[in-house]
């Protein structure tokens, strides 16, 4: 049966959850990078004009739905290739988590060094064996919406005392290689240590520093189909870790066609110190006409979260500037 929240206890709900989890990586690192399966440069910068395609992207993420105020992430990103082996990246995104507000522009500077001419697999892969690297550059604003309602809500909570805005700058960097439809990659976000003025004394005070290694390899079943299996796993400084096992299968545009397929399964299993309670399975499915590209993702939680929502929702909606035969990363 559906659990109605009335809007004042909802909002004290996300609140609390917003003080518990404020120590956290999820509540201190972007959410943005959650949703990589559709675009890898979210987690790694060196993607910033890995393809030769310019493309856009808009996304839009909708978790604990059945809960009224939850928790929600819209994106909207674009990269491409420049002359002489130069990469551009930029995103910006707005997310809501209860009371708390989060925005972040990011800009990308890539190079990539070409390991070979393209010949065996120019129908299917763009850049057969490539090196890439690269250093963005981001803006981070981090706020509270409603401070007084909180603090009321919250009285007695020395965390939610003295409530400040945060307006912060940072730096990540990666490096991404891929060699005939085998790809790795490793990212580390946030060099720069942010202290969180409110949280200062209180709880971890950084934003903290956090890697992603990608590692996978796409085998081609013919000129047209292929199954991509992957990991990714996050790691940051405070000892998170988080493991997501992929596997992918795709279709490319066929000769006189411009349809395009793709579906993925996403097992995402949290290993914290040995705290296995957050455990999510996520089925994505996508398609592509002509320079267009639309994405869906339900995640559900194998927890105790699940008797309480109806899962996290995400949308995705894509152009390219050419037209490829599959979607660039």
Not at 171 to 176: D, E, I, P, R, T
Request: hydrophobic share 35%; charged share 20%.
């Amino acid at each position: 049966m559906r659990i109605r929240f009335t809007k004042k206890i909802s909002k004290f709900v996300i609140g609390t959850l917003l003080s518990i989890t404020a120590c956290t990586v999820s509540a201190q690192e972007f959410p943005i990078y959650n949703q990589y399966y559709f675009n890898y440069y979210l987690v790694n910068p060196a993607l910033a004009g890995a393809n030769d395609c310019h493309y856009f992207m808009l996304t839009h993420k909708q978790q604990w739905l059945g809960i009224d105020d939850a928790p929600y992430t819209t994106s909207l990103s674009y990269q491409g290739r420049l002359p002489r082996n130069v990469g551009l990246g930029a995103y910006i995104y707005n997310d809501a988590n209860g009371y708390s507000r989060q925005q972040a522009g990011e800009i990308t500077v890539a190079y990539h060094i070409p390991l070979s001419d393209g010949a065996k697999y120019k129908k299917a892969v763009s850049r057969d064996r490539q090196l890439s690297f690269a250093l963005s550059a981001k803006l981070y604003n981090y706020g509270i919406s409603d401070k007084d309602e909180l603090q009321k809500l919250a009285e007695g909570d020395k965390a939610m005392e003295d409530l400040d805005d945060l307006l912060a700058f940072n730096v990540n960097v990666g490096a991404y290689f891929t060699s005939y439809g085998f790809f790795t990659g490793l990212s580390m976000t946030n060099l720069l240590g942010t202290k969180m003025p409110h949280y200062e004394g209180k709880m971890e005070p950084l934003i903290p520093m956090t890697g992603y290694f990608l590692l996978g390899n796409e085998f081609m079943l013919n000129d047209f189909e292929g199954i991509e299996p992957s990991l990714m796993y996050m790691f940051d400084v405070n000892g998170h870790m988080t493991l997501d096992i992929n596997l992918k299968y795709s279709r490319s545009s066929m000769r006189n066609s411009d349809w395009a397929y793709w579906a993925q399964l996403v097992f995402r299993q949290n290993i914290d110190d040995g705290d296995y309670d957050t455990l999510d399975l996520i089925p994505v499915a996508g398609m592509q006409y002509k320079k267009f590209h639309f994405g869906l993702a339900y995640g559900i939680q194998l927890n105790r979260l699940f008797r309480h929502n109806y899962g996290t929702l995400e949308l995705m909606l894509g152009y390219t500037l050419c037209h490829t035969r599959r979607f660039c990363r």
